[in-house]
């Protein structure tokens, strides 16, 4: 894909790779949740938010 077509989404992501590279004890700690949002889609997203609210919900009724 040429530079000039890529949405921001993948300029970012791309930048975001080519730090890495440069600096790979920058990311010591981990990416943490912007990263992982950053990575999926808003559908992607609202699943993994739903999987943690159910996680919840059925910790809370089973561990209590």
């Known amino acids: 894909m040429r530079r000039e077509k890529e949405n921001p ?7 975001h790779q080519e730090e890495l590279k440069r600096n790979p004890a920058g990311n010591i700690h981990g990416g943490g ?13 609202g699943m993994l938010i739903l999987i943690m609210i159910l996680g919840f919900i059925i910790y809370a009724v089973f561990f209590r």
């Open 33 to 45: 949740l912007p990263d992982l949002v950053g990575g999926l889609s808003w559908k992607g997203t």
């Open 9 to 15: 989404e993948r300029t970012r992501e791309r930048i």
